[in-house]
């Protein structure tokens, strides 16, 4: 493999649907696992439209390309200078080869350029199973991994960041596993492999391996086995074959031993999961199973402060903006409100009659009453939003390494009333969470028992002794809680509303700025509006003859 020269590729493009265009290439030549010499990169200038949905994604407009890409034959003329007929990878090769580049390539009439090599999600898919929690999104992995930021969805981005996961992560584990040779890869690519944690069916989510003790899921997989669906056939019988293999499904290893013992160590000095550290799962003894809980409480400690903070961030904006702007808003929705009942009211009156229209119209003050209601309730909500102290956001970290101990999974099963209990509690941290309250925050990571018994619930029993016999499901259980804090918080990141909060506090008169357009925008809307309403008032009293206008 150190000797072997070969093409990473990716590609941004016009959507999934054929004809797809390609409106950016991306290639990096690797050695063996190194990236060598520099990338190739090109916008490509096809005279096309960009469908919005595409372009949300990738940034890229047909005006961009028209400006800065360059035509489609000249691009793939460099490119194949470039590649030569080295082959090529990409993390979703199906997509970028079969779907994308031969089809593009056929259209423009020009060869295929370097050779298929293998996929590299499928690859990564294999190596890391069953983590993380059975996702292997591209931008997922780099934020578990803690890989370089490089730019997420562009082809060159995700060209480095799937380099960077080469290099630091997949590398080690293939050559644990003996995969030292090219050929080795490709066919541990393409061999027939299903992942562990089950995907479909009653039995999602849980590994298959539990089968050779659990009855029901050996049932289940026999079943799947014995299906008249080709592909559901292969795959019962392709896990019952694993099933016949004696040894574990992820052997201890120098490897997973390096990032148990790292994690630990580093768990233990300060609750914070290293760098460098892989957490993943190995079978490991019951102590390494332990420092790999505590490795993962810290992450998902450091995870979830940082989305509170952040979060907390763009409420604050949004509390901003309200206060500055409450008062057009609220004009704004009187005037919808009257526009629509008075539409009503026209409406039941050409359809009904006076008495039908009158009492169609006696719903407007109500309905004006819950809307002031309601900006009451906003307000008196924003009023509490601000943004995070220094100290504040100290004191997260410190709040989420307590909280995220209160993670049971399936302990209390088999006692209604505990489940009950638990799914509340944690309901609670999650609302907290989301609206920035740290004081409930606060009083939970403090004392959760006592913040049970002051809401009335059953009581819970938080002692890690009654952990241990599952500490295998908790291990599983807060990777799947670290998957969906890191997904939400790229959600969060790639938000607009959050690059607008990050200019404002780059540039705190901005928000007065934006404050003022939307002022403007506002008022021009409520000018429209009134207008409206007035052509409806006039449209009534002609007529009913009445000379006040209804729903004033």
Known sequence: MKSTTWILLDTETTGFAPPIYVVE???????????????????????RDVPPEASRVHGYTRE??????????????????????????????????????????????????????????????RLLDPVPAGNCKLQTLRQYYRLPERGAHTALGDVQTVADLFDQV?????????????????????????PSRIVFGKHKGRLFWEARTDQKLRGWLEWLAASSNARSRNMGRWYLRQLEIESEPLPDSPVSAVAVDGASKQAERSHATPRDALVIYVNPHMEQLRRLVAAARARLAELEADYTR??????????????????????????????????????ALLRSGEDDAKQSAQGYEEARARV????????????????????????????????????????FAGEPDKLDTYTKLTGAINRAKDTGDMKTL??????????????????????????????????????????????????????????????CARRPAMLDELAKQQAKALEEECRHLEGQACKLAEEIQQLSGDGSPPIA
């Open 64 to 125: 961009i390309l028209e400006r800065d890409g360059e035509p489609a034959l000249q691009v793939y003329r460099d490119f194949g200078a470039y590649a030569a007929n080295l082959p090529i990878v990409s993390f979703n090769l199906p997509f970028d080869l079969d779907d994308v580049l031969v089809p593009e390539w056929k259209r423009l009439g020009i060869p295929p350029i370097g050779s298929k090599g293998f996929c590299a999600l499928r690859l990564a898919q």
């Open 25 to 47: 290439l991306a290639a990096q030549r690797m050695l063996g696992w190194k990236m060598q010499a520099s990338p190739f990169r090109k916008l490509l200038n096809q005279n």
């Open 372 to 411: 002031e209601r309601e900006y009451e309730e906003t307000s008196a909500a924003v009023a509490k939003k601000h943004p995070l102290t220094a100290e504040e956001e100290m004191e997260l970290t410190r709040l989420w390494k307590k909280l995220v101990k209160l993670y049971h999974p399936d302990r």
């Open 170 to 194: 997949l590398r080690p584990i293939a050559e644990q596993r003996g995969l030292n040779k090219w050929e080795e890869l490709v066919r541990y690519s393409s061999d027939e492999w299903y």
């Open 310 to 347: 952040e979060r907390s961030r763009v409420d604050a904006m949004h509390a901003a903006l309200f206060r500055q702007l409450r008062e057009h808003y609220q004009r704004r929705d009187r005037f919808r409100l009257i526009v629509d009942y008075r539409r009503r009211y026209l409406d």
């Open 442 to 503: 606060r009083e939970i990571a403090e004392d959760p028992a006592g913040y049970i018994l002051r809401q009335g619930w059953a009581s819970l029993d938080f002692s890690d002794e009654v952990l241990v016999a599952k500490l295998r499901r908790l291990y599983d259980t807060l990777q799947i809680e670290i998957i969906t804090v890191i997904e939400s918080l790229g959600e969060l990141r790639n938000s607009p509303d959050y690059e607008l909060s990050q200019l």
